[in-house]
């Protein structure tokens, strides 16, 4: 049998994080459980470090040091606190695969590091790649490491490619649900509230998603993370609303043959099969029955009443850091709606206007999205007070 594979989840309380420890769970022989990292949640953190025999946590907010540490006493789990020990210990001789599952920018400094390190990154936390994408590939090559992605989309099109014997693509068709606010007229979505946009259709994710899906910024955001994953230009890759979230993305050679990945709703499927990749273990999600599906349906995404998707778009083709603005304006935006304090449509203006004003940087490195990103969210911050 080959070695355990030693994992570090980042983001470890998170819907993605607690799905892939029970892909762990199922896999115990496969895995040994290196790092765990959360934000604030120290209970779970804890409890979770322990079942799972974790060598350590880290706890981002230094301010539950404290917590934590008494939490782990008399275990053998070593407690830290600090994006800053999250950065060192991915990067430990210990860990072999990382799972990005923190939420937002927070996840470029650990990411960076891992990549840095040449570790195996499975990928959910999107948000890096889209700020950062040039960067970030460009230090994936030079380090040798490796990207699998978790994002379902992705995975569907990483399976759907591992048939391709050598023949390129012409083209993606990213499959998205639509969102909680597909059939909805522009003027009630103008009034949509919070509680209202949480109520996805198909999937249960943290907050900032399952928002990010209302808006369809989430596919904004899934379209620029393929073009950096699977080398495609914007204009290759068209989304293609599905809301019966059964067809999870498909790839279409020269020749005009299109393939499907699909499988029911559920992550621990991308999850598992980018940490056991390229094995198959059986997992006990709900089967697919395609008489009772009876059919699938499609239909092309309304860019007037979901303008975010437009906006990923321009991002994407301007290129340099102005993807980065977009996602710091979308963080401090959603935030802002999740707490009552703009409506809907308020998300995309805000987003447009950190765009056209952002000082443009051709070639950003780590220095500039990180001094975009702080500049853009102050200013967004700024506006909507
Ligand atoms: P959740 O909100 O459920 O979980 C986020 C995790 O990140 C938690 O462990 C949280 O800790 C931690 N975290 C939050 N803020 C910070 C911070 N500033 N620094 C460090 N850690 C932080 O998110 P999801 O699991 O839904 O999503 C995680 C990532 O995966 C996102 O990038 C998302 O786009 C992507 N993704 C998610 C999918 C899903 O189905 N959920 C599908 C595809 C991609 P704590 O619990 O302590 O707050
Ligand atoms: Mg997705």
Redesign the pocket.
């Known amino acids: 049998m080959e070695n355990k594979r030693r994992i570090a989840i980042?983001?470890?309380?998170?819907?993605?994080?607690q799905?892939a420890l029970d892909v762990v769970a199922r896999n115990r022989e496969m895995f040994e459980v290196e790092l765990l990292?959360?934000?604030?949640?120290v209970e779970?953190?804890a409890k979770d470090a322990i079942a799972f025999d974790a060598n350590a946590a880290v706890?981002?907010?230094p301010q539950k040091y404290g917590e934590l540490a008494s939490a782990l006493e008399g275990t053998d789990v070593k407690a830290f606190a600090g994006?800053d020990s999250?950065v060192q210990l991915v990067a430990g001789d210990n860990i072999d695969i990382v799972l990005?599952?923190?939420?937002?920018f927070?996840?470029m400094l650990p990411t960076t590091a891992a990549v840095k390190a040449g570790k195996t990154i499975a990928l959910?936390?999107?948000?890096t790649l889209v700020a950062g994408g040039a960067f970030i590939m460009d230090l994936v090559k030079k380090y040798d490491a490796r990207i699998l992605p978790?994002?379902?989309e992705h995975s569907a099109i990483f399976q759907c490619l591992m048939g391709a014997a050598g023949n390129s693509i012409r083209k993606i068709h990213l499959t998205g649900s639509g969102g909680p606010f597909r059939t909805w007229a522009r003027e009630d979505i103008a009034k949509a509230t919070a509680a209202q946009a949480l109520k996805h259709p198909n999937?249960?994710?943290?907050?900032?998603?399952?928002i990010?899906s209302s808006t369809l910024m989430?596919k904004g955001?899934e379209m620029i993370e393929a073009s950096w994953l699977f080398c495609m230009e914007p204009k290759d890759i068209e989304v293609v609303i599905h809301p019966e979230s059964v067809i999870h993305s498909m790839i279409e050679y020269d020749d005009g043959a299109v393939l499907a990945q699909m499988a029911s709703p559920d992550?621990r499927q991308p999850i598992q099969f980018a940490l056991c990749f390229p094995m198959r273990p059986d997992l006990n999600s709900k089967k697919l029955n395609f008489s009772q599906l009876g059919k699938m349906t499609f239909e092309a995404p309304d860019l007037e009443k979901f303008p975010c998707l437009a906006l990923a778009y321009e991002a994407a083709r301007r290129g340099g850091n102005i993807a980065c603005a977009m996602n710091a304006a979308n963080e401090v935006a959603v935030a802002a709606f999740l707490a009552g304090q703009i409506g809907f449509y308020d998300i995309p203006a805000l987003i447009e206007k950190a765009m056209d004003t952002v000082p443009f940087v051709k070639t950003p490195v780590l220095e500039d999205l990180l001094a975009t990103h702080e500049q853009i969210m102050a200013q967004t911050k700024e506006r909507i007070k």
Request: charged share 15%.
């Open positions: 980042l983001g470890a309380t998170g819907s993605i994080g799905q990292t959360a934000n604030e949640n779970q953190l706890i981002c907010n994006i999250v990005t599952a923190m939420v937002g927070s996840g959910a936390n999107k948000e978790v994002d379902s999937w249960t994710m943290g907050a900032k998603i399952t990010d989430n955001f992550m």
